[in-house]
């Protein structure tokens, strides 16, 4: 089987795992609170006691993904028990009964996160250890991300094809759920069958302490998840006040969904050509050269003003380009830390480390909520359809938007421009632990 086949396979439950994010935290707040009649300051409160649990299931199912034994494969096997509860939990919360409540949010609503964190930590883990050459991994990347891409697609799509004005009947939040529930399975189904198993490299077993002991103490990985926490809270902030900037600031509110598409759109294409970047100067400065051009772009960003539609789909098109590499080239970096982790430590725990990377992506979506909406409200911006907004707050918008990420992105640069770990040191470090680039 050639790697790039194999890759595929491995791909495929990313896209019904990917249908899972968007709706839980964008779709479903709006859809219980207007069928339901249950008070969005409730659903927030509820969603944000589930993103609490997450904090206390993220470490734990990543130190039990590296711990996980089974003579078919610890990541698969344990990767596929999560299977059934993910996937009964999605289509639970997203067809929910006529009579759902708070209650049913918070029980299917906790499942979902569970199943999620249990089904993705063994399967990123997996791909790590899957692909082991240092371009191999940007390949391998790129195919997870170009289905999670395609997933979000579906996932913005579904709701508003099939129409979220009512609970009842087949409605468009039904259609994720059927989705997930019957694709999910089936796609994680082939890939434990046809995907193998890694070779676990761990010469010891350590304890708790002495692996958050490593961890803390491996500088690439550091120096890493540093960038990396900035540059996503650079990503959130934008993403966060997309819609606001679409129909306040540019007074088109009917083009939000089609804007958003292209942007996820135009990021599948820019996954190529990330891995056509890495393979030419290497991981580490691809990113960062990406990076830099969204800075670039974002600075002129700023001045648009109502009907400047034209322009922001050009800002659309040229910063999903970029999103493809801030998809695939992180987690491809990632993979490279870990075996440095695994020559120091003695014990191969890529679980571990996609823990605190999720722990990293889901921090930065809470600062920049923390620090975007108080700087609105304080310049009087109403988060309410038709209301009038001052100029001033406008104004606000549009720099929070466009001007707020370019800080963190060249903080983000500045630590990973002379980034240590590239392809020579990793082949170093793929000969001490005596596994073949592949």
């Known amino acids: ?29 709006t859809f219980y609170a207007g069928n339901f009649g249950i008070p969005l300051a409730a659903i927030g409160a509820t ?7 997450d904090a206390v ?23 596929a028990l999560s299977l059934p509860l993910t996937s009964l939990a999605a289509f639970m919360l997203f067809w929910p009964p006529q009579n759902a ?14 199943g999620a964190t249990w089904t993705l930590l063994p399967y990123t883990a997996w791909g790590a250890e899957l692909a082991t050459g240092y371009q191999a991994r940007v390949r391998l990347s790129a195919f997870r991300e170009g289905a999670t891409l395609i997933g979000s697609l579906l996932a913005i ?29 089936l796609a994680g189904l082939v890939t434990v069958i046809a995907v193998p198993e890694p070779q676990d490299v761990s010469r010891r077993r350590l304890s708790l302490r002495e692996s958050l002991a490593h961890l803390s103490g491996n500088r ?43 942007y996820f759109l135009s990021a599948i294409a820019g996954i190529p050509l990330a891995v056509w970047c890495a393979s030419w100067i290497g991981k580490h400065r691809a990113w960062c050269l990406a990076m830099l051009a969204a800075c670039l772009i974002f600075s002129g960003a700023g001045f648009l003003r109502e009907g400047d539609v034209t322009l922001f789909a050009v800002v659309c098109v040229t910063t999903g380009l970029l999103l493809g590499f801030d998809l695939t080239l992180p987690p491809a970096i990632q993979a490279d830390v870990i075996d440095n982790d ?3 430590s003695g014990e191969q725990r890529s679980g571990l480390y996609f823990a605190a990377w999720s722990f990293i992506t889901k921090l930065a979506v809470a600062l920049s909520a923390g620090v975007v909406f108080p700087l609105l409200d ?25 001007w707020l990420p370019i800080l963190p992105k060249l903080a983000a640069i500045a630590i990973m421009w002379r980034f240590s770990l590239d392809e020579s040191a990793h082949r170093r470090l793929r000969d001490a632990l005596d596994i073949p680039s592949s």
Do not use: C, K
């Not at 409540?101 to 569970?114: E, F, H, P, R």
């Open 1 to 29: 089987m050639t790697f790039n086949r194999l890759f595929a396979l491995y791909a495929l439950p990313a896209l019904p795992l990917a249908a899972i994010a968007l709706p839980f935290y964008i779709v479903v707040p």
């Open 47 to 53: 969603l944000l006691a589930i993103r609490l649990i």
């Open 57 to 79: 299931t993220d470490p734990f199912f990543g130190w039990l993904s590296d711990r996980f034994a089974h003579r078919r494969g610890r990541r698969r096997v344990f990767f």
């Open 101 to 114: 409540g708070l209650a049913y949010l918070g029980l299917w609503g906790t499942a979902l996160s569970v």
């Open 157 to 185: 799509s579904l709701p508003f094809v099939g129409g979220l004005g009512t609970s009842a009947g087949f409605h468009g939040l039904a259609w994720i759920a059927v989705f997930i529930a019957i694709v999910l399975p």
């Open 220 to 262: 690439p990985f550091l120096r890493l998840a540093a960038a990396f926490l900035l540059n996503s809270f650079a990503n959130a902030v934008p993403a966060s006040l997309f819609i606001y900037f679409v129909g306040e600031r540019l007074g088109v509110p009917a083009l939000q969904g089609p804007l958003l598409f292209a």
């Open 342 to 344: 695994t020559v120091v």
């Open 378 to 402: 304080l310049a009087g911006f109403v988060g309410e359809q038709d209301v009038v907004q001052t100029e001033t707050s406008l104004t606000v918008l549009g720099g929070l938007y466009a």
